[in-house]
């Protein structure tokens, strides 16, 4: 036997590590795709494999968008009563398989389908799910009660008590350990773009309650989001300290000046200064801009944890200890009312 061999049989002898893979019109979603990627990083940390699951219909050839993220194994589920998304039927499948292979840990994206199966999975496998994480890691824990040491545990990372805490979880005894993750929280990146993994075509009537096909949609409607600002390289971000929604205006001629996209903390949603498809943080979207320019935002960790993998962040702000600044690379003391519109003349006569 060959030491591949051995060490495919090792990782054989263990559960693995599988990610639900949302597939709509066509192709994967990011977020599963991120997940891929975080996903391989932990396998390869647990020596496990790295599996993917597909529910939906006309799946041929999906496999090959999903190989080169390092996946080992693709659990493909093709059946037309699986389009478009509806919570029995997929719910039923992913319990009925979890029960065959009993993975040791599963992702799912935070998306709205997500949070619809992920719950509802963990409800019949009687296992923990943290929703939101911001990390996720491998590690080991001790129960100083029951005097137990537990070897390489998913760490489900995520604020807690309105922000205050990053709370690190755990669940020892359940399985699988379940979390779910926004878009744009882990990055996308292939691993191999030659890797070949194996398919498993499960036939969708033993794993479909028949029970569950009860509710069919007729026809559905999507409305597109007008804002994009998830791949925007440059962001000017407005918080409460913006002061008014017509201070907001400002923000916007900023950003077209720069060619970016405007965003807003969560208090500068709450106070109507702009929409929520524009919030960023944990509420919000998750962005990795190559220039974020913070205006009146304090920087409270639900909104850090929403940008802080920003190339570049500047911080304009009346006060001088306000948390965002610790991590900000440029810090401007002062008014946004006072400082944005000198920014745009500078800008606007330096792009002549």
Do not use: W
Not at 82 to 98: A, D, E, I, M
Not at 109 to 116: F, N, S, V, W
Not at 219 to 237: F, G, L, T, Y
């Amino acid at each position: 036997m060959t030491l591949k061999e051995k060490k495919l049989e090792k990782m054989n002898d263990k559960n693995n590590l599988i990610v639900y893979c949302e597939y709509d019109e066509g192709r994967i979603a990011d977020v599963s795709l991120e997940l891929l990627t975080k996903g391989r990083q932990l396998a390869t940390r647990l020596g496990c494999r790295l599996e993917a699951l597909v529910l939906g219909d006309k799946l041929d050839g999906i496999e090959q968008e999903l190989f080169p993220y390092g996946v080992d194994v693709v659990y493909k589920v093709q059946d037309e009563r699986l389009f478009p998304y509806t919570s029995l039927p997929h719910s039923s499948v992913v319990t009925t398989l979890f029960k065959e292979i009993e993975p040791q840990v599963c992702l799912m994206g935070a998306t709205t389908i997500g949070r619809d199966l992920g719950p509802r999975v963990s409800s019949c496998l009687h296992s923990g799910l943290t929703a939101d994480c911001t990390s996720l890691q491998i590690g080991d824990h001790t129960d100083a009660a029951k005097g137990k040491e537990y070897k390489d545990l998913l760490y489900q990372i995520r604020p807690a008590f309105g922000g205050n805490i990053v709370a690190t979880i755990v669940n020892p005894e359940c399985r699988p350990q379940m979390a779910t993750v926004r878009e744009g929280v882990m990055k996308k990146e292939i691993f191999d773009a030659n890797y070949k993994g194996e398919v498993i075509n499960l036939d969708p009537d033993k794993y479909i309650d028949p029970a569950s096909l009860v509710v069919k949609i007729i026809d559905r409607e999507i409305e597109q989001s007008k804002v994009n600002i998830k791949n925007a390289h440059i962001i000017v971000a407005g918080g409460y300290g913006v002061g008014s929604k017509e201070n907001f205006d400002m923000l916007f001629e900023l950003a077209d000046v720069l060619g970016g996209e405007v965003g807003a903390s969560r208090a500068a949603v709450d106070a109507g200064f702009t929409d929520h498809d524009r919030q960023i943080g944990q509420t919000g979207v998750t962005v990795r801009p190559k220039l974020y320019i913070a205006c009146g935002i304090s920087g409270q960790i639900q909104h850090i944890a929403g940008m802080n993998e920003s190339s570049i962040i500047i911080s304009i702000n009346t006060d001088p200890d306000a948390p965002i600044n610790a991590i900000a690379d440029y810090v401007i003391t002062g008014a946004v009312e006072d400082v944005v519109p000198r920014l745009i003349k500078h800008y606007k006569k330096n792009s002549k």
